[in-house]
């Protein structure tokens, strides 16, 4: 990655790896990460999309491919900056179930820019950070839904 001005702001970049089954493709997730491009929230750095067959090979597909897995994100063909590489596809790969389809998505999260440059300019550091997935979101608040009112 390339050093940066001390006064231009990156947003935090994460890694995801989204596992599909084959038969459940829809392209609603490509068209929805399209727009999450479109409108600046994010800048893809990476995609790539593997398929694990049932005895467990994994082929790396080609986003043009007509017809295959990996079409609906072809908008995104040529999304390679270089943070992935064969380990960490490997490495992915190795993490996904036979006979599913999954992308592997590097990304900036551009919102953030300007709260990290407030952050920067008051001379502040993150001093921690994590995330919590979604489901774990939604079934904790499904829980407090679940929750009779206090008395």
């Not at 890694?15 to 929230?41: C, I, N, Q, Y």
Request: charge should be negative; glycine fraction near 8%.
């Amino acid at each position: 990655m390339t050093a940066t001005p001390e006064t231009e702001a990156h947003g935090p970049v994460d890694f995801v790896l989204l596992e599909f089954p084959l038969d459940g493709l829809t392209g609603r997730a490509s068209e929805e990460l399209m727009k999450l491009v479109e409108h600046g929230m994010i800048r893809l750095f990476d995609l790539t999309i593997v398929v694990k067959d049932e005895d467990g090979a994994i082929e790396v597909l080609e986003l043009t491919d007509p017809g295959g897995p990996g079409e609906a994100f072809s908008y995104f063909a040529g999304a390679r900056s270089g943070l992935l590489d064969e380990d960490d596809i490997a490495e992915a790969s190795g993490a996904i179930m036979p006979g599913r389809v999954a992308a592997l998505i590097v990304y900036e999260n551009t919102w953030a820019a300007p709260f990290v440059a407030a952050v920067r300019e008051s001379k502040g550091e993150l001093v921690a950070s994590t995330r919590i997935p979604a489901p774990d979101v939604m079934a904790a608040l499904d829980a407090l839904d679940a929750k009779p009112p206090a008395a």
